[in-house]
Nanobody
């Protein structure tokens, strides 16, 4: 079992910055890729950024050049640095972890955090 806990959300003015954190605990050895998703009201949850097991980084076009994903292995923590925020970035942000070897050993395929609210408004 893996637990993911996000923090760092809040209210920020357009053009401002926030940094989200996601701390993993439990059987972290089963984690491969980690990433951030977001979901605005009445919208489908969408992928924001991925930090792969090979330490490559991928971003949605809407956040590329504004957001930076990173991972601190020593702290078991995933970060999302968000700069030049716009109202369109308003959403609940979720931490996600893949565990592709999990099902073969009786563990879940993936894990989700509880979400943290980011509101961009003047």
């Amino acid at each position: 079992q893996v637990q993911l806990v996000e923090s760092g959300g809040g209210l920020v003015q357009p053009g401002g910055s926030l940094t989200l954190s996601c701390t993993a605990s439990g059987n972290i050895f089963f984690i491969n890729d980690m990433g951030w998703y977001r979901q605005a009201p009445d919208r489908r949850r969408e992928l924001v950024a991925v930090f792969t097991s090979s330490r490559s980084k991928k971003y949605a076009d809407s956040v590329k050049d504004r957001f930076t994903i990173s991972r601190d292995y020593a702290k078991n923590t995933l970060y999302l640095q968000m700069n030049r925020l716009t109202p369109e970035d308003t959403a609940v942000y979720f931490c996600h972890a893949d565990s592709p070897e999990g099902p073969s050993m009786g563990f879940p395929y993936e894990y989700w955090g509880q979400g943290t609210q980011v509101t961009v408004s003047s």
